[in-house]
Nanobody, 123 residues
Framework: QVQLVESGGGLVQAGDSLRLSCAAS????????MGWFRQAPGKEREFVAN????????YYADSVKGRFTISRDNAKNTVFLQMYSLKPEDTAVYYC????????????????WGQGTQVTVSS
């Protein structure tokens, strides 16, 4: 079992930056690809970014490409999502997820989920 705890969300203005963190505990972090997803009110959960176990492979949703950066520190069992140039449409609950194996972009291919952290971007 892997436990994931997100932090770093908050209320910001358009154009601001935020860095989300996801701390993993429980079973070893080794071999787990990590992903960030988000869900806005009334919408389905959508893929944001993911990163392979060693960090050599990353993917981003088109809507965040060039503005968000995913990274990980395996020594600290932590994954980050650095968000720049935030827009009101980035407002959502952001979730961290883990799966053993290669990266995937769909939520139902992830085995473990955090509780989410709210990001609100005002215009």
């Amino acid at each position: 079992q892997v436990q994931l705890v997100e932090s770093g969300g908050g209320l910001v203005q358009a154009g601001d930056s935020l860095r989300l963190s996801c701390a993993a505990s429980g079973r070893t972090f080794t071999g787990y690809a990590m992903g960030w997803f988000r869900q806005a009110p009334g919408k389905e959960r959508e893929f944001v970014a993911n990163i392979s176990w060693r960090g050599g492979t990353t993917y981003y949703a088109d809507s965040v490409k060039g503005r968000f950066t995913i990274s990980r520190d395996n020594a600290k069992n932590t994954v980050f999502l650095q968000m720049y140039s935030l827009k009101p449409e980035d407002t959502a609950v952001y979730y961290c997820a883990a799966r053993r194996g290669v990266v995937r972009n769909t939520a139902n291919e992830y085995d473990y989920w955090g509780q989410g952290t709210q990001v609100t971007v005002s215009s």
